[in-house]
């Protein structure tokens, strides 16, 4: 089956820097890659996805690049700030159309520091 | 969350007893799933439903089973509870045919003493 690396675990940054968490994936099958979002006390919130057929997707301060050779995919937040706080978990799965199981990565806990 | 909702939000039960966990959606999707969160693991699956009376293992059923009965609820239920289940447990539904996307509720904690 899939298996999910994610790191680093935890990442502290500055406001208003970048912030990049990395994800590698072992089924080269795979050919989406979510990433969630998850508040304290809240359920995870999709917040961008990419296909295996795209390299690189943009939304606003947030960008998902994928490297299918390689089979890592990374999580790049730019000019950070303390609303970013929070645990950030990438995903992936081998999508045929019907239902998917998601893998998930062991997560990365954010801290924007003011 | 998507339509989704998750009762009870919490729950305090004993070892040997059995627990039932509900998830209701509003919006007719055929996909629903359960997860469960444990700290070191993220999130792994226990069982999904792609449709009524349909139903599948995931990586983590053992000592799970799932039952749905209408497109509109998916039961999680924890025959015999241990404090190994002791986690938060999440359902998400996919939109349907075709697309890729989960969306997750807002989750059950339960403890188990």
């Known amino acids: 089956g899939e298996n999910v690396e994610q790191h680093p675990s935890t990442l502290s940054v500055q406001e208003g820097d970048s912030a990049v968490i990395k994800c590698t994936y072992s089924?080269?099958?795979?050919?989406?890659f979510p990433w969630y979002k998850q508040e304290l006390g809240k359920g995870p919130q999709l917040i961008i996805d990419i296909r295996s057929n795209v390299g690189e997707k943009k939304d606003q301060r947030i960008a998902v690049t994928l490297n299918k050779t390689a089979k890592h995919f990374s999580l790049h937040i730019t000019e950070t700030q303390p609303e970013d706080s929070a645990v950030y978990f990438c995903?992936?799965?081998?999508?045929?159309?019907?239902?998917?199981?998601?893998?998930f990565g062991t997560g990365t806990q954010l801290k924007v520091e003011l | 969350d998507a339509g989704i909702t998750q009762s009870p939000r919490h729950k305090v039960t004993e070892t040997g007893t059995p627990v039932t966990l509900r998830c209701h959606q509003t919006?007719?999707?055929?996909?629903m799933y359960w997860y469960r969160q444990d700290p070191g693991h993220g999130l792994r699956l226990i069982h999904y439903?792609?449709?009524?009376?349909?139903?599948d293992k995931g990586e983590v059923s053992d000592g799970y089973s799932v039952s749905r009965s209408k497109t509109e609820d998916f039961l999680l239920t924890l025959e015999s509870a241990t404090s190994s289940q002791t986690s938060v447990y999440f359902c998400?539904?996919?939109?349907?045919?075709?697309?890729?996307?989960?969306?997750f509720g807002p989750g059950t904690r339960l403890l188990v003493l």
């Open positions: 995903a992936a799965t081998p999508f045929t159309g019907g239902g998917n199981k998601l893998t």
């Open positions: 089924d080269s099958a795979s050919n989406y």
């Open positions: 919006e007719n999707h055929r996909y």
């Open positions: 439903s792609y449709g009524v009376k349909d139903t």
């Open positions: 998400a539904i996919k939109a349907g045919q075709g697309k890729e996307t989960q969306y």
